[in-house]
């Protein structure tokens, strides 16, 4: 008998402590985001819409190397690449990204992509509003997603298509 006395006891207990969260709760103030009249705020480590970041000379910091292409579970990383030559430089290195597309509507945001780049090319910029009524409009382009020539950089230069470098 007393074991059931007991148990009364701690489940009323639980639900008196549950009561007062609930009503205090209920007293404090509601808060509510204006968005979009008011810009919403994001943690730091928000993921958003990819960056393809440059280096301090204005170059493309990927080197097609296909990691993050590799390293994405969902496969909506799309790169074709090209080589980089003395007349024509848009990377650092030997090979540069001729095509970086992917498909917003496969990728799950997981950042396996930005883990795999040895370069840091490809970051989660806090980019969020990417909703559209027609799925084409999802797959973004290379041109997307490069971040800005830093201030005193020179853009690299790139050669129309049916010249031929020498």
């Known amino acids: 008998m007393a074991n059931k006395i007991g148990e009364i006891f701690e489940s009323a207990t639980a639900i008196a402590k549950g009561m007062g969260v609930t009503f205090r709760e209920m007293m404090s103030p ?36 296909f990691l993050c292409a590799a390293a994405c579970p969902s496969n909506c990383i799309y790169i074709e690449a090209a080589e980089n030559t003395d007349k024509v430089r848009i990377s ?3 090979r540069y990204a001729k095509v970086y597309n992917i498909d917003y509507n496969r990728c799950i945001f997981c950042g396996y992509c930005v883990e795999a780049c040895p370069t840091d090319a490809i970051t989660h910029g806090h980019g969020f509003e990417v909703a559209s009524f027609h799925t084409s409009a999802l797959v973004k382009r290379k041109e997307d997603m490069l971040a800005p020539i830093p201030p005193g950089a020179q853009p690299p230069v790139v050669a129309p298509e049916g010249a031929a470098a020498h």
Not at 35 to 53: A, I, S, T
Not at 55 to 60: A, H, P, Q, S
């Open 92 to 94: 650092g290195g030997e």
């Open 30 to 65: 509601t808060v509510t985001e204006n968005y979009p009249d008011e810009p919403p705020v994001l943690q730091e480590r928000y993921r958003g819409v990819h960056v393809l970041q440059r280096d301090v000379n204005g170059l493309e910091k990927c080197v097609a190397c």
